[in-house]
């Protein structure tokens, strides 16, 4: 097993008070079960509308570093 992927199971179980053994049981249980979680959801957006009458460009907001 990967190293880092070990710590952030221990990391994880830990903060579940939890063995590592007993975090593994938790996460991969429900996967071999077929009992996942629920779908979340779908997401819904709303437009609010607003007294003010200013415009941004999408550079202004979110700039273009990185692109």
Do not use: C, F, K
């Not at 070990?6 to 579940?16: S, T």
């Amino acid at each position: 097993m990967d190293e880092g992927l070990l710590r952030i199971l221990r990391a994880r179980a830990g903060r579940q008070g939890r063995s590592l053994a007993q975090e593994l049981r938790a996460i991969l249980g429900p996967a071999e079960n077929g009992t996942g979680a629920e779908p979340l959801p779908p997401v819904r957006l709303d437009t609010a509308q607003t007294s003010g009458s200013s415009t941004w460009s999408r550079e202004e907001i979110y700039g273009d570093e990185g692109r």
